[in-house]
């Protein structure tokens, strides 16, 4: 996925429910080296999925909520000046 990202700048990714894409492929943008130039963008369709997978990606890189990852949703966020997803 790193190596498409690389060379594409659209990517789709289709995966069973449990696959990981939730959690995995915003850490595999990092590593990629997105989020220096601007935060990583990762949608949820519900809030408290957003808040859920935000504390999970947060949680995984042993990082406090609001730091490196944080979650903006309607009429609450957590986010920082450092915040990258």
Known sequence: IRRLLAAHQVIVVAGETGSGKTTQLPKICL???YGRRGMIGHT???RLAARIAAARIAFELDVPMGDAV???V???DQVGPRTLV
């Open 31 to 33: 590593e990629a080296g």
């Open 44 to 46: 949820q369709p519900r």
């Open 70 to 72: 944080g979650y903006a």
């Open 74 to 76: 309607r009429f609450s």
